[in-house]
């Protein structure tokens, strides 16, 4: 099993910033890869970005490119979401995971970000 905790939502007005952590713990090494996903009010839940526990791969979503960096701190099992130029249709609750190639085996409860007109 792996726990994942989020942190780091709130409300910020357009055009600010926020970072995200997800802070992982228990069986860590069972998965190769960590994300991000978010889900806006009376929508599906989608992919925001991820990155590899090893090597240098990061993948983003097209909505997020440039604005939007994840990166990792293996020492500290932990991930983040360094969220910057953030538009009010970034406004969602955003869940850490962690999986493989095959899929997202384990969720983080999620923590909401609400940006402001």
């Known amino acids: 099993q792996v726990q994942l905790v989020e942190s780091g939502g709130g409300l910020v007005q357009a055009g600010g910033s926020l970072r995200l952590s997800c802070a992982a713990s228990?069986?860590?090494?069972?998965?190769?890869?960590m994300g991000w996903f978010r889900q806006a009010p009376g929508k599906e839940r989608e992919f925001v970005a991820a990155?590899?526990?090893?090597?240098?791969?990061?993948y983003y979503a097209d909505s997020v490119k440039g604005r939007f960096t994840i990166s990792r701190d293996n020492a500290k099992n932990t991930v983040y979401l360094q969220m910057n130029s953030l538009k009010p249709e970034d406004t969602a609750v955003y869940y850490c995971?962690?999986?493989?190639?095959?899929?997202?085996?384990?969720w983080g409860k999620g923590t909401l970000v609400t940006v402001s007109s």
């Open positions: 995971a962690a999986g493989d190639d095959g899929g997202m085996d384990y």
């Open positions: 228990g069986r860590t090494f069972s998965s190769s890869a």
């Open positions: 990155i590899r526990w090893s090597g240098s791969s990061t």
